[in-house]
């Protein structure tokens, strides 16, 4: 068992996670100035202008959140062999925290939306990490630090499932000699692993070819990231007799290591100011009724307060897990609203579900934003009051 004193990879990682939200919200909120102001036209004009083969909108989504994808494999990864997801245990709370976090806002979401626009339901499933983290972070040291820890893990597992729907249900039409070529790739790396390979650069310009062949080949170019990540090596990070982790070389530590601070400084907030600006002064008055808005926006809101809160309750009173340490039901009420702000994974996923749709886009980002901006108030203020 871990002593008490010990300082886990996890609460680095939450550290980091919850300052780039706020760099996150900030471009956010540029983004939402830009695409209402006078410079809109420039601003969507820059978004579409080709750089090579792709739009910069491409580059940005395709390319970049490649990257971003794979700091979430990476992190996947060594939370499920050495931290906290390495045990069933540990597994068991969080996980059917996220099952019910993403089943019941699909399921608000499909009570709304029949037809075209029944292909959105996996956007109001998922949890923006980096926000939630910053917003129970704002509480200070009065959230308990199982509460954070409980939250991270659920994140990170809503991650796994999102990036499993995407791969299963957002993918077009399929080349097979590029699935061929992707096949290889990831048999390459995989040899690599096995054979004993330390050096990442092997790793990363395979892994480049692998983004190469997604990209062309109709799954999504996004999930190269995640089978790189897969295949990097990592050794379990060793434990001094102090509680102190020992110093560690592992490949997936250090590649984790260089890629928090560009992908939660640069990266997302890159993707948050190319996709959260939304025409809300150019929408129609029916689009913020709309059944799209509808259904992202309580989906959000009503199905992560249910899904969430309602299974961590229900695990808890069976006995089949243990409540957060410390924590108290306000605060598993405040914690299930913020897992409500959905917007990074949300808004990538509405790109996918309603391509060539840009109203039906503008409606899911209406309601990504509105439900994510009730969920982190609420989660916030539930959360205050409850510390006090």
Same mark, same amino acid.
């Given at each position: 068992?871990?002593?008490?004193?010990?300082?886990?990879?996890?609460?680095?990682?939450?550290?980091?996670?919850?300052?780039?939200? *706020?760099? *996150?919200?900030? #471009?956010?909120?540029?983004?939402?100035?830009?695409? +209402?102001?006078?410079?809109?036209?420039?601003?969507?004009?820059?978004?579409?202008?080709?750089?090579?083969?792709?739009?910069?909108?491409?580059?940005? +989504?395709?390319?970049?959140?490649?990257?971003?994808?794979?700091?979430?494999?990476?992190?996947?990864?060594?939370?499920?062999?050495?931290?906290?997801?390495?045990?069933?245990?540990?597994?068991?709370?969080?996980?059917?925290?996220?099952?019910?976090?993403?089943?019941?806002?699909?399921?608000?979401?499909?009570?709304?939306?029949?037809?075209?626009?029944?292909?959105?339901?996996? =956007?109001?499933?998922?949890?923006?990490?980096?926000?939630?983290? &910053?917003?129970?972070?704002?509480?200070?040291?009065?959230?308990?630090?199982?509460?954070?820890?409980?939250?991270?893990?659920?994140? =990170?597992?809503?991650?796994?499932?999102?990036? &499993?729907?995407?791969? /299963?249900?957002?993918?077009?039409?399929?080349?097979?000699?590029?699935?061929?070529?992707?096949? #290889?790739?990831?048999?390459?790396?995989? &040899?690599?692993?096995?054979?004993?390979?330390?050096?990442?650069?092997?790793?990363?310009?395979?892994?480049?070819?692998?983004?190469?062949?997604?990209?062309?080949?109709?799954?999504?170019?996004?999930?190269?990231?995640?089978?790189?990540?897969?295949?990097?090596?990592?050794?379990?990070?060793?434990?001094?007799?102090?509680?102190?982790?020992?110093?560690?070389?592992?490949?997936?530590?250090?590649?984790?290591?260089?890629?928090?601070?560009?992908?939660?400084?640069?990266?997302?907030?890159?993707?948050?100011? /190319?996709?959260?600006?939304?025409?809300?002064?150019?929408?129609?008055?029916?689009?913020?009724?709309?059944?799209?808005?509808?259904?992202?926006?309580?989906?959000?809101?009503?199905?992560?307060?249910?899904?969430?809160?309602?299974?961590?309750?229900?695990?808890?009173?069976?006995?089949?897990?243990?409540?957060?340490?410390? /924590?108290?039901?306000?605060?598993?009420?405040?914690?299930?609203?913020?897992?409500?702000?959905?917007?990074?994974?949300?808004?990538?996923?509405?790109? *996918?579900?309603?391509?060539?749709?840009?109203?039906?886009? #503008?409606?899911?980002?209406?309601?990504?934003? #509105?439900?994510?901006?009730?969920?982190?108030?609420?989660?916030?203020?539930?959360?205050?009051?409850?510390?006090?």
């Amino acid at each position: 068992m871990s002593h008490p004193t010990r300082i886990s990879a996890i609460r680095r990682f939450l550290d980091s996670q919850t300052s780039a939200g *706020l760099v *996150l919200m900030a #471009a956010a909120a540029v983004a939402l100035v830009l695409a +209402n102001s006078p410079l809109s036209a420039g601003y969507a004009g820059l978004l579409h202008r080709h750089w090579g083969p792709l739009s910069v909108e491409h580059w940005i +989504n395709d390319g970049l959140m490649a990257v971003f994808f794979l700091l979430v494999g990476l992190e996947i990864k060594r939370e499920v062999l050495d931290g906290q997801l390495s045990t069933w245990p540990r597994r068991i709370l969080p996980g059917l925290a996220a099952l019910g976090g993403m089943v019941v806002p699909a399921l608000i979401y499909l009570a709304f939306n029949r037809g075209d626009t029944a292909s959105g339901w996996a =956007i109001p499933a998922a949890t923006d990490i980096a926000f939630a983290l &910053a917003v129970i972070r704002l509480v200070g040291d009065r959230v308990p630090a199982s509460l954070r820890v409980f939250l991270a893990a659920l994140a =990170i597992i809503d991650d796994l499932g999102a990036v &499993a729907v995407i791969a /299963a249900f957002y993918s077009s039409s399929l080349s097979l000699v590029d699935l061929g070529g992707a096949a #290889a790739m990831l048999a390459l790396l995989a &040899a690599f692993n096995r054979v004993g390979v330390k050096r990442l650069s092997p790793y990363l310009l395979v892994g480049l070819v692998l983004w190469v062949f997604m990209i062309r080949s109709g799954i999504h170019a996004t999930i190269a990231g995640v089978l790189l990540a897969f295949t990097i090596p990592m050794t379990p990070t060793p434990a001094r007799p102090d509680g102190e982790d020992d110093t560690h070389d592992s490949p997936l530590h250090r590649l984790e290591h260089a890629l928090h601070k560009p992908v939660g400084f640069l990266i997302v907030p890159i993707f948050g100011l /190319a996709n959260a600006g939304v025409p809300v002064l150019g929408l129609p008055v029916s689009a913020f009724a709309a059944p799209v808005t509808l259904g992202v926006g309580l989906g959000l809101l009503l199905g992560k307060i249910v899904g969430v809160f309602g299974m961590t309750m229900l695990a808890v009173r069976i006995g089949i897990a243990d409540a957060p340490a410390h /924590a108290t039901t306000s605060q598993m009420l405040g914690t299930a609203l913020l897992c409500g702000i959905g917007f990074t994974m949300s808004i990538f996923i509405t790109l *996918l579900a309603f391509p060539g749709a840009p109203l039906l886009q #503008a409606e899911a980002k209406l309601g990504v934003l #509105a439900g994510s901006l009730v969920a982190g108030l609420l989660g916030y203020g539930v959360l205050r009051r409850a510390a006090r």
